[in-house]
């Protein structure tokens, strides 16, 4: 007996034919390709640096660097390794970039709201501010800030001197230093009690404000709660706090802690650079709240702060944070151009003094631009993160 | 900006190895018979050594070294351009091919010689390491400047040296570095630094830079040992040679008395090693791949070593410096070449 078999599927086009077979063969030679010629372009590159001589590998990281930083917030002397110097140069560079982003947000939301301002006087300061500083190149302002107005400080022995615990001079501003003694405990504890006051107070009354409508003093009391608490742990703990005070050694300050002119420059000119930009995407962001919304906060009886902060704000962060995260990633780039004024950042350090005493350029670039590949990654992901809780959530 | 040229550097390097497979079959002297010049790093200012005019034309010692090399192999002594390097970009210039050879008062060390894949091909100065410091401190000695705020150039053997010498001595400092040589000197000018660390060579002309050069001195002491001189890629022999013994015969033309005034009367010279120096008796510039009179063009159009000194960095210049050790080993230095035979 025949056995017939009846093949119902429609005959489908021949697998060359198949686009879905078609786009996956093609994207597979992309892939191909792209993975063949990043491979040739590594092996090119170490064979024909082995041919010419030249050192290859990490081993580098493991030697003694053998020169000076002048600042550094990890542990750090000339005999310590390359790959420390690396730690030494990245922590600069985050330091700067933090202080820069904090300063940056606090400035530019001020002028971008003062920049839309009712007061004619206030709007157009804001407006000078953003047009002068935005279209002045970054590099030039770090310039003016280090050479034209830091250098024309007093010398040290004619240092600005405040109570004799403060010094200014053309080297940097001088600081007490607070060593903790024995007891300071106790200070830490009052410390984190008066933090944990404030949330449970925020709590309680945004519970007791959702149940009978009253409104409670968060801000003020939270404030006094802060200042207070660790003030009163600390007397009673009996002061354990002494001050190391900068003082006058030889030619140069020594003692108590440092801020060199080179942070503080670059500092200024990276705040109030990215700030200009910021002031802009604030007002964009708040422009772009319909003049409807202001409205009927203003017929809630809401005051002119409220509005802006409970209405106005929130809805413009919508359209702020992409464009945010953007100016935060320049700001932590730009940081690089510390190198021109001897800031010891990751670029000045690492890429500067490290690349040309071992001569790795390829290893000392790569994990560079891998670093900053990182820092700027973490950021977008942060930003995003924060992005997708401020947005408008459809149900 | 130096960020993105460093970078640039790095990726031409990456690169440019990348192509180098067939780059590598030609000669570095065919290459620029080629192009038709020869391609050499220098400073990007520094007076005596390289530094541009006005009108962009180029003179310091290390630029007649450049001016020599092309002089025997062209017969003409402008067919050099320059690539102004700071300290920091140089030896990635030479690695990457961008330049044909490096003379950018480049000291020779272990460490560069081994592992940068370079060849130093002699020495056309002999410097050590000096403090310029500003007369208010009040220091005679450089025993006396522990706790010192230090302005220096990146990427310099200067930064080791300094970090060895104060360790060495138990005392501490404060580098402050800066990329080019004219940034540092703002930076001890402005204030920000009371001494500056350079080669001694180099703190004559910078103090002359000093809107009060008096202001300014330089204490006595030499930290280190800095022979500068010319860089070539490892690995082509032949170039090596030629930058080598060009510079050799400057410094055997000196000690022989051929002087770029009389190279002509000395074509006629009976005596064989100026003959062989100028090329009119054996083949001299055909072993290292040159025309025979390779040795009478560098001298007739560049000069022997001394006219080289004296014109650039010697007493009668603004820098004013005695030739110390740099004078021949005839005459009580230790400037001496090997014999052209």
């Given at each position: 007996m025949k056995k017939q078999t009846i093949d119902t599927r429609p005959a489908g086009p021949k697998p060359w034919y198949d686009p879905r077979v078609r786009s996956l063969f093609f994207q597979a030679i992309a892939i191909a390709l792209v993975f063949w010629g990043g491979w040739i372009l590594v092996d090119n590159t170490l064979s024909n640096m082995e041919s010419r001589g030249i050192s290859t590998g990490f081993g580098f990281l493991g030697e003694t660097a053998g020169f000076g930083i002048i600042m550094n917030l990890v542990p750090y002397d000339a005999t310590m390794s390359y790959g420390r110097t690396f730690w030494v140069g990245l922590t600069n560079t985050l330091l700067v970039s933090a202080m820069g982003v904090v300063a940056a947000t606090i400035l530019g939301f001020i002028i971008g709201v003062a920049r839309l301002s009712s007061n004619w006087l206030v709007a157009k300061m804001a407006l000078v501010y953003i047009e002068v500083i935005r279209n002045i190149p970054l590099l030039?302002?770090?310039?003016?800030?280090?050479?034209?107005?830091?250098?024309?400080?007093?010398?040290?022995?004619?240092?600005?001197?405040?109570?004799?615990?403060?010094?200014?001079?053309?080297?940097?501003?001088?600081?007490?230093?607070?060593?903790?003694?024995?007891?300071?405990?106790?200070?830490?504890?009052?410390?984190?009690?008066?933090?944990?006051?404030?949330?449970?107070?925020?709590?309680?009354?945004?519970?007791?404000?959702?149940?009978?409508?009253?409104?409670?003093?968060?801000?003020?009391?939270?404030?006094?709660?802060?200042?207070?608490?660790?003030?009163?742990?600390?007397?009673?703990?009996?002061?354990?706090?002494e001050w190391d005070l900068p003082a006058l050694r030889g030619f140069n300050f020594g003692g108590g802690i440092t801020i060199i002119p080179e942070l503080a420059a670059l500092w200024i000119a990276l705040s109030l650079y990215t700030a200009s930009f910021i002031a802009e995407i604030v007002r964009s962001g708040i422009l772009s709240v319909s003049k409807g919304q202001t409205e009927a906060s203003k017929a809630l009886g809401l005051p002119n702060g409220l509005t802006l902060r409970l209405v106005v704000i929130p809805q413009a962060m919508r359209v702020i944070i992409?464009?945010?995260?953007?100016?935060?990633?320049?700001?932590?780039?730009?940081?690089?151009?510390a190198t021109a004024i001897g800031y010891p950042d990751l670029v000045a350090v690492?890429?500067?003094?490290?690349?040309?005493?071992?001569?790795?350029?390829?290893?000392?670039?790569?994990?560079?631009?891998?670093?900053?590949?990182?820092?700027?990654?973490?950021?977008?992901?942060?930003?995003?993160?924060?992005?997708?809780?401020?947005?408008?959530k459809e149900r | 900006m130096r960020k993105t040229k460093s970078i640039a550097l790095g990726i031409a390097l990456a690169v440019g190895t990348f192509s180098a497979t067939g780059a590598m079959a030609a000669t570095t002297l065919e290459n620029v018979k080629e192009k038709g010049h020869l391609q050499c790093g220098v400073t990007s200012g520094l007076p005596g050594f390289s530094q541009p005019d006005e009108k962009g034309n180029w003179t310091g010692i290390d630029v007649d070294t450049c001016r020599a090399v092309a002089a025997a192999i062209f017969g003409d002594a402008n067919a050099v351009e320059f690539t102004p390097l700071t300290a920091k970009e140089r030896f990635t210039a030479l690695q990457s091919g961008e330049i044909d050879m490096l003379s950018r008062n480049t000291t020779w060390t272990l460490t560069r010689d081994a592992s940068l894949g370079l060849n130093f091909a002699g020495v056309n100065y002999y410097d050590g390491q000096g403090f310029l410091i500003n007369k208010g401190i009040g220091v005679d000695d450089a025993t006396q400047l522990d706790g010192a705020?230090?302005?220096?150039?990146?990427?310099?053997?200067?930064?080791?040296?300094?970090?060895?010498?104060?360790?060495?001595?138990?005392?501490?400092?404060?580098?402050?570095?800066?990329?080019?040589?004219?940034?540092?000197?703002?930076?001890?000018?402005?204030?920000?630094?009371?001494?500056?660390?350079?080669?001694?060579?180099?703190?004559?002309?910078?103090?002359?830079?000093l809107s009060d050069p008096s202001s300014a001195k330089i204490l006595p002491n030499t930290i280190s040992k800095e022979p500068l001189g010319p860089v070539v890629r490892q690995g082509d022999d032949q170039w090596f040679n030629i930058v080598k013994w060009v510079l050799s015969v400057q410094i055997n033309a000196e000690e022989l008395g051929v002087t770029s005034a009389n190279a002509d009367d000395m074509l006629k010279s009976d005596n064989p090693n100026i003959q062989r120096l100028l090329g009119t008796d054996g083949d001299m510039g055909a072993k290292l791949g040159l025309p025979d009179d390779f040795g009478y063009q560098a001298v007739k159009l560049v000069g022997n070593?001394?006219?080289?000194?004296?014109?650039?960095?010697?007493?009668?210049t603004p820098l004013g410096l005695d030739r110390g050790i740099n004078a021949l080993w005839t005459e009580g230095g230790i400037m001496y070449a090997p014999p052209v035979r």
């Open positions: 030039l302002q770090i310039f003016f800030w280090y050479f034209a107005v830091l250098s024309n400080l007093p010398s040290p022995r004619q240092s600005v001197d405040v109570g004799g615990a403060l010094f200014l001079n053309n080297r940097g501003l001088y600081l007490p230093d607070p060593v903790t003694q024995e007891g300071f405990g106790i200070v830490w504890g009052g410390i984190l009690l008066a933090i944990a006051a404030v949330v449970g107070i925020r709590i309680w009354a945004k519970k007791r404000q959702l149940a009978t409508g009253q409104i409670f003093p968060t801000f003020k009391v939270g404030v006094a709660i802060l200042v207070l608490v660790p003030i009163i742990s600390y007397l009673v703990a009996g002061r354990p706090l992409p464009p945010l995260t953007s100016q935060y990633l320049n700001l932590v780039k730009n940081s690089s151009l690492f890429m500067g003094t490290t690349l040309n005493q071992t001569g790795q350029a390829v290893e000392v670039v790569a994990i560079t631009m891998a670093v900053y590949l990182t820092i700027s990654l973490l950021i977008s992901l942060f930003m995003n993160i924060y992005n997708r809780a401020v947005a408008i | 705020t230090i302005c220096i150039q990146a990427g310099t053997t200067t930064e080791l040296n300094l970090s060895d010498y104060f360790r060495a001595k138990g005392m501490e400092f404060k580098p402050i570095v800066f990329d080019t040589s004219e940034q540092t000197v703002q930076g001890f000018a402005a204030g920000r630094c009371d001494v500056l660390t350079s080669d001694r060579s180099q703190l004559a002309a910078l103090r002359s830079k070593y001394g006219e080289m000194y004296d014109r650039n960095v010697g007493p009668d």
